[in-house]
């Protein structure tokens, strides 16, 4: 298993490189720069002093080989629009607060979401399963800015009970959680509910129940653990989309984190950080699915690393 | 033993809830000096740590605090970058040679007095005695010196605004040719600096209203590309407030500057600048989190919050609209076809009608537009031209047909480019290309650019005469009120040697007479009414050769909670209130919150 893991990473390092490439070639061919844009045109001269000041005027290759050579001792240079910090520093400042916004939606999400699964699919055609399934219709469907945009008119405008906004305290973290656990809530639901469905149809339950095993059993040892399996393959890729914020959610709710500096450094024009962005996104996206793959080991018997 | 098993199912349920539910508070969010709204004044007579009493109907010195939304911007300082800055100069912790006062004419600051000489080439400004920074270092003429030297630097964003003063070799010194010692700014001695300027600038005391002084002993390097500004060792003020902090994200928060001894003193105790987006801004301030919205344009109140406000009573008490100098037009490539041809741009400029533009998608939010200066501006003529490019559908065509294009029959597809639309920017959009459709037959498609693609582009059009951006909607808003300004984004002295390519102008226009008119205007002084004659002769031969066709003059609104207090909000002598385009960067920026209301 050591040597899968092995093979996995070394694999990574190769994706890491071309996607880098990519990413590379691609910002640098978008119009406009890391300046400020004025009212006016700029002359020749200020256009060659600002590329200067952003190491902009050397070919494209050596501005790669050069923020290659940085990767390699982990500096992701300079951001350009927070001049004054790394693009690791400035990650570490900000993440932190997506993070633990992140961890309280996917504790919500799943404290809420699994459950709901469960109760719909034990419940299956009845009147619960139709008001769970209502709930995450509503949750698919409607974009989190709008769950947001609705919380903030009526727990803090008509209500007066939590502020717009802000990240000062408990008070403040209540609307973001909510409006963001809403989809992934819908999602987590709706993949239980199908996975017990099919797991209780199983021979081996009506097996288990035909030997006479009381109902925690069967639903603990035989339902539930067989339905894990499809699960984790959905819910794993959730939660580096959960951990890394969303533009909308963090700019609704004022939220200072890292969630809104996936579009806005593309904005800026921020090569550093876009492209220190994509890095961590594919790490993240890569381990994720590492982990999901080797939990199969131990969720499914049949799984085995050669 | 299915029902035990349900006994689980719920006792998940509930567990799963009361985590969502776990981040509540007990109490309901305590709102940071959020101010009452039927408050008692404070008992006796409120004093703030500069000694400056307030008004009777003061609240209590701690809840002198006014909070404004803002966006989170790069630098800390006008010398570092204008477009990405966390305005200082608006928040008052930078401080001026001249500030203007609600009527924009320029009032002694540090500045005390000035004086220009006979040839109109050198001015003499003589400056405050006892001025300090706010770490007590005295502020010198030296201090003007060096900041003019670090505008005066290639990479800076509005070293084009300070080229307009005409300063002795500062193109010179711009591109390194010659040392920075030789910028025509001096300092005679402490208290007395001299700028020696080509040519007679009648306007340049306007502009020493934005001459937002740099600390030299903090800065030190002229070259520093404005990280200087962002080590907070370094935050020490000239202006009124001082900054507290800055939580990187959150906000900023000013406090006023004990050390201040300028004729503007600080009223409010704090100014905090919580860092949001527009979208959200006009929710935070019904919920009382903010003090006041809206002044730039930017989209605090977009249509939608505009059409709430004026169906509210209470909140149309708060609005204060005020018309900006700023005109929102369309331009062509005039030096390719179709729009090297005169008549086909003049049947464009007849074949949008304003009045249906600025009451329906842009109610409130503009007046039409026939010019290039708005209303009350120096040197505008708006009466005198408003029936030039006048809404005329058959006369439209009849030009658009002969010009050989009968019907639109033949004419290009176009592409109408537009800069970081808000929502009200492309209401507009959308209805121009309607009523081209409409009243010419012509098919415009509209296309959103971010601003420095858009800006890109323009500039390929005008230096490499790429040809691809041929028609586009953009705003210009005014640097400082003075006729040459707005004028200045079409011509202006020109170099007779120079290829159409660096004309002065930004767009692919250009007319001799026009430039000549511009530069004769722009050096006459002492004589306000001739300069503007000439400017007024220049807008007619840009608006009968449309270069343009002005759309709608932008209103600046704002709301303004009616506890808040000063002279600002009260109306200048055209009967208007300038705040929103002053807040703390005027003389009569002193504000305060009060029992009562406005």
Redesign the interface.
Known sequence: MVRYILTRLLGLIFVLLVLSIITFWLMHG????P????????????L???K??YGLDKPIWEQYLIWLGGVVRLDFGMSF????ESVTSLIG??WPVTLHLGA?TL??A???????G??SA?KQNTWVDYLATLMSIFGFVTPHFVWGILF??TF??YL???????????????LP??AY?FAPIATISRYTRASVVEALRADHVRTARAKGL???AV?SRHVLRNALIPMVTVFGPLIPDLITGSIFIE????V??LGSYWVTST?D?DYPMIIGLVMLWAVLIAITYLITDILYVFLDPRVRFR | ??R??KV??VV??M???M???C???AA????PAAAPEAAAPAAGPVVNRLGVTLPDDALPLDQQVFRYPATEA?YMTWDA????ENEGDVYGWADSCVRPNKDFDPQPNICESWSVSEDGLVWTFNLQQDKVWSDGTPLTANDFVFTFQRYA???Y????FYSMMGIKNWAQV??GELPPEELGVKAVDDHTLTIETDYPVPYLIRIMADAWVVPQHIVKDRLD???WS??PENYVSAGPFVLESY????RLTFVANEKYTGPYPPMVDKVIV????P??RF??Y??G?LDAVGGGYTDDLPPSAMAEIMANPDLQKELISWPNFITYYLFFDTWNPPFDNLQVRQAFSHAIDRDRIVNGPLQYQAVAAYSMNPPGFPGENVEGLKDVQAFDPEKAKQLLADAGYPDGAGFPKLTLYTRQANPALTNAAEAIAAMLKTNLNVDVEIQNL????Y?????AQ??NQSGNFLFALVP??F?FVDGSNMLS?WGGCENPDAPLSQMPG?HTWYNQEYNNLLCEAGQILGDEDRRNELYQQAERILIEDVALVPIYHGIFNALVKPYMKGPMFEPNSAGQVTWNRFRFSSRESQIYKSSGSR
């Open positions: 978008v119009p406009g720069g300046w400020a844009y004025g009212q006016q045109l700029m002359s020749d001269q200020q060659a002093a600002l200067a000041r629009k927070h001049p004054d400042r900000t309280m504790l919500v799943f404290g809420v979401g699994i459950p709901l469960i109760l034990v903030i008119l803090a405008l007066k009970w939590l502020p717009t906004g802000g990240w000062d305290g408990p008070q403040y973290w209540v959680v909510l656990a009381n109902e925690r639903m700019a609704i709710f004022r200072p984190g904005f024009r | 033993m299915r035990s098993y689980f199912l998940s349920l567990a799963g809830l985590l969502a539910a981040g509540a508070p309901p969010a305590s709102q790069t970058s204008v477009y990405d630097r290639p990479d964003d509005f070293e084009w711009v591109s590309d404005g990280t962002l080590k939580e990187r994200g959150r919580e860092f949001m987006d979208q959200v929710a935070a019904k919920n989190e971010d601003y420095g693609s800006m890109d582009a323009l500039r005008k230096r210009y808003e640097d984004v930004r």
